[in-house]
């Protein structure tokens, strides 16, 4: 994400003994950037300014809308939506939490485990890709209905006891309830946490393992010392790649929550097309975008791999 | 292009003088390069350019709202509606309706399906109109309140009564004269929606529902009850049962059936707000009882025997999706004789044979029991007069009342 910025590699001089200069090179890095740079300046950063203007005007539909610096508008925003803040960020956290538990498990196996079975089981993974995430979501209605046979079978276990108890479930269903979100969340994600993790995992050199088997290191420490660390890259770039979407997603909240489990997504959905005060949506919007990158900037610190996000 | 100096203007500039004679409509005038060179400053400022990107006032769009009409020379005319709200062949192909107007009167109909959303329509329709520019749409279909707003708003045209002696004449009594377009100035009412209780027999299991007091109150339903994401759906119901008239109620009146919902979610009572998608909710038995649309009940009854509704004691509410035709559309004449020919009574019946929402036209029946006798019987698309009685409308809202209680409301869902 640092390196939007970054400068263009400097051209190599390309056969210097020949006599008429061909200064037709030098730009190319240029204008082979241009398209990218354009494509950014017009669908990321136009927007953004537009946005955060939008963020200080105060008017409505019929007077228009005007910036007046109104500031107060992220405050309020802030002080109003703050539970659907939390909330996004707890079920965000979750949802990766869980995708990192299942991921890391079946990106080992298809690394190192698969052999001729690898691509089917990469294919399995991608597949649910192929149709629509509204879908997807709707499926899980279905599976997650009252009367279904998961619901069914979480009740003969009593394991909707203890879920009730936790707070993360209401009566005996789950449709409606805080872990349906989460469950919806951490499945239209996973797939974005075991690509990294498998592409970080895959590159390790299998001399490596065997090294520390020589070393008398038990299974567990191979891979506490030097498989995990190998495959931190993988870790921080699908835990990003799952935390920033899901935190921002109002899909799942909407079709599989209930009033209690509404995201920040959801606010922002409503107030700009349902209330149609466009500055707060987009306050808010700012609000999520700033604390995002706080906690991004604040997590890949901590993991120390600057250099391989 | 040398003689215009182009490197001494700006590319905004060079544009507008190119336009101007490929053109007569942008020819350049004074306005139009001035324009241009605001849109090329606006381009370069920074954080200037930041307060210089407001939103103009919708009023100031009123000037020229309609272009000239073409529909003489071009025998077309740009349909926007929702899905599944049009007469449909078995092929799937075509539309006979839309294709018997197209035989008489010669004028094709470019048919497009892509309304899904009131609210999301109204954001992709919103900077053309803002900016007093043609939405490439002659005639959209609106449900009322944004019909409303639209009229408001001063972004739609006002129709050629001469064009339209059917409609004029077969509008039924009931739709006749809405607070927002008294008289029918500007809108015509394409079909008509009911609001009702639906429920599912089997997930009911013997627990009687006959009102919304049974929907927030009943324990047995705990959990088990939908209400709509729609404000006016969901709070004119409620006010109904608790008594009072949806067409004048008052602000006190809509924060009492906020809390009188409000009760029922903090209880578990109401499991969730949903759109269109409570249909799935309800057949899957997830919802024992809702608020539903009557035109999607009709059509879950004929495939499900367990779904069925009831209309409650204290009444229903009655909503309209309106036709109307946008400012600066360019076939407006083509698009008041679509509107007309739909208030012919054979059409009419061909349509709501189809669909299954409240024909508003008068003298159907005869011609719908021709074609389906069951449906000229059924109350929900033709009503008869007890069932008339009954229905209710939601009165207009100021643009103030709007916001605030959207924003209640919102608040009451959840976000």
């Given amino acids: 994400m640092a390196t939007l910025t970054e400068a263009p590699p400097p051209p190599t001089p390309t056969a210097p003994e020949k006599k008429p200069p061909r200064r037709r090179g030098r730009f190319t890095p240029y204008w082979l950037l241009l398209p990218g740079i354009l494509w950014l300046l017009v669908f990321f950063a136009l927007p953004m300014i537009y946005q955060a203007s939008t963020s200080v005007q105060t008017g409505s539909l019929e007077e228009g809308y005007k910036v007046t610096w109104h500031f107060v508008t992220y405050w309020d925003a802030l002080s109003g939506y703050w539970p659907q803040f939390l909330r996004s960020v707890a079920y965000a956290a979750a949802a990766t939490v869980l995708c990192l538990l299942l991921g890391y498990p079946l990106a080992y196996l298809i690394a190192f485990r698969a052999g001729r079975w690898r691509n089917l089981i990469m294919i399995l993974v991608i597949a649910p890709f192929f149709t629509s995430f509204l879908i997807r979501t709707l499926a899980w209605k279905t599976i997650l209905a009252d009367g279904g046979p998961v619901v069914g079978a979480l009740n003969t276990l009593h394991v909707l006891d203890v879920t009730n108890w936790l707070g993360w479930t209401a009566g005996d269903r789950v449709l409606a309830t805080p872990l349906a979100v989460v469950c919806g969340l951490t499945y239209n994600f996973l797939p974005f946490m075991i690509l990294p993790l498998y592409t970080s995992l895959e590159r390790i050199d299998g001399r490596l393992h065997e090294a520390a088997g020589d070393l008398y290191a038990k299974p567990w420490v191979t891979f506490r010392k030097v498989t995990f660390p190998l495959s931190m890259p993988g870790v921080v770039s699908g835990t990003l790649l799952t935390f920033i979407p899901a935190a921002g997603d109002y899909v799942n909240a909407d079709l599989l929550g209930s009033t209690d489990t509404r995201m920040i997504g959801n606010v922002i959905q409503t107030q700009f097309l349902r209330i149609l005060d466009y500055p707060t949506a987009a306050a808010l919007s700012f609000i999520l975008m700033a604390a995002i990158l706080i906690m991004v900037t604040f997590y890949i610190r901590r993991s120390g791999t600057e250099d391989l996000v | 292009m040398e003689q215009f100096e182009p490197d001494r203007l700006s590319p905004a500039q060079v544009a507008a003088v190119r336009r101007s004679f490929r053109n007569g409509r942008a020819s350049l005038t004074r306005r139009s390069l001035l324009r241009a060179s605001a849109g090329g400053a606006l381009a370069v400022g920074g954080v200037a350019g930041l307060s210089a990107c407001g939103i103009p006032a919708a009023g100031n769009t009123q000037g020229g709202v309609s272009a000239d009409d073409r529909s003489a020379k071009e025998k077309t005319v740009n349909f926007s509606n929702w899905t599944e709200y049009m007469d449909v062949d078995d092929s799937g192909k075509h539309h006979p309706t839309l294709e018997q107007f197209t035989r008489r009167t010669g004028i094709k109909v470019k048919y497009t399906e892509d309304i899904n959303d009131n609210n999301e329509f109204f954001g992709k329709i919103k900077p053309q109109l803002a900016a007093g520019q043609d939405t490439g749409r002659d005639l959209i279909v609106l449900t009322d309140w ?122 578990g009572q109401i499991r969730r707000f949903t759109g269109n998608d409570y249909t799935s909710d309800l057949t899957s038995g997830d919802f024992a009882a809702c608020i539903a649309w009557a035109g999607d009940v009709v059509q879950l009854k004929a495939d499900s025997p367990d779904i069925d509704f009831i209309i409650p004691d204290s009444g229903y509410m009655t909503s309209t999706d309106n036709l109307l035709v946008p400012n600066k559309a360019r076939h407006k004449t083509n698009a008041e004789r679509l509107i007309d020919f739909y208030y012919e009574p054979k059409p009419a019946a061909e349509l709501a044979a189809y669909i299954n929402y409240v024909c508003p036209v008068d003298g159907v029946k005869a011609e719908l029991e021709k074609i389906d006798k069951d449906a000229a019987e059924n109350p929900l698309i033709i009503p008869d007069k007890a069932m008339a009685e009954k229905s209710h409308a939601f009165r207009s809202l100021s643009s103030k009342e709007e916001t605030e209680f959207e924003e209640k409301f919102a608040k009451l869902t959840g976000a």
């Avoid at chain 2, 006002?158 to 809405?178: G, V």
């Avoid at chain 2, 377009?181 to 639906?198: F, H, K, L, N």
């Avoid at chain 2, 919304?212 to 209400?227: A, E, H, I, M, Q």
């Fill in chain 2, 146 to 267: 944004l019909a409303a707003r639209l009229i408001r708003l001063g972004w739609v045209q006002k129709l050629d009564a001469s064009n339209l002696p059917h409609a004029y004449a077969n509008l039924s009594a009931q739709f006749r004269d809405p607070d927002w377009d008294p008289g029918r100035a500007y809108s015509y009412v394409w079909q008509g929606i009911s609001t009702v209780i639906a429920y599912n027999k089997k997930a009911l299991d013997g627990v009687e529902v006959k009102s919304v007091s049974d929907l927030l109150d009943n324990p047995k339903l705990k959990g088990r009850v939908g209400f709509l994401s729609e404000m006016r759906d969901s709070i004119g119901m409620t006010l109904l049962d608790m008594g009072k008239d949806p067409a004048t109620f008052t602000a006190d009146d809509f924060d009492a059936a906020v809390a009188r919902i409000q009760k029922g979610v903090d209880k």
